[in-house]
């Protein structure tokens, strides 16, 4: 894909997959695929890419809120987003001058909680807004601006910006 793709400014990885359940409860398979996703598949992307980074540019890592928000039933999607926040601030050090920045997102109003049903996902919401700070769900538009600041701040690397309406304080 490096060789095919040529000079790039910006590569932003969204990838996920998470490996919910207690401790009890998770299976081995799912947390490698949960590493492999959102850990081993940005630090490939970095290894191939960065030769090819066009001055000024940047990478942008996927991380989220149980990387900072302990929560029974989320250490395979908290250690997954924990690992993502760190190899952040390696890679920032490593790949220097390309910077290299972190989202992590709160509860975000996508198509991720379908599977709730209509019911289901309103009391999931209802249920989140009224515990965080700002009382709210995210928006894709939340967290589009904050990946097009960490793109655009030229002097901003080794940053995770928690984009969660405060839901890692709570």
């Known amino acids: 894909m490096a060789d095919r793709l040529g000079p790039v400014d910006h590569v ?3 990838a996920s997959a998470r490996a919910r359940g207690e401790l ?3 299976q081995r398979e799912n947390l490698r695929l949960s590493f ?3 850990v081993i598949g940005p630090t490939m992307l970095a290894k191939y890419l960065a030769a090819q980074m066009n001055p ?3 990478f942008v890592l996927f991380s989220g809120v149980h990387a900072f928000k302990l929560n029974v039933g989320y250490l395979g999607v908290g250690i997954t987003n924990g690992a993502v926040d760190f190899l952040t601030r390696w890679l920032a050090v490593e790949l220097a001058p ?3 920045n972190a ?3 709160g509860v975000i109003d996508t198509g991720a909680w379908d599977s709730l049903g209509d019911e289901g996902k309103r009391d999931y919401f209802a249920h989140i807004s009224s515990q965080n700070p700002v009382r709210r769900i995210g928006t894709t538009r939340d967290i589009a601006e904050a990946a097009l600041f960490a793109m655009t701040n030229t002097f901003m690397t080794g940053v995770t910006l928690r984009v969660d309406g405060g839901e890692s304080l709570t």
């Open 103 to 105: 989202i992590s997102p």
């Open 56 to 58: 000024g540019g940047s």
């Open 24 to 26: 009890a409860d998770l």
């Open 98 to 100: 390309i910077r290299v």
């Open 12 to 14: 932003v990885s969204t």
């Open 36 to 38: 492999d996703t959102k």
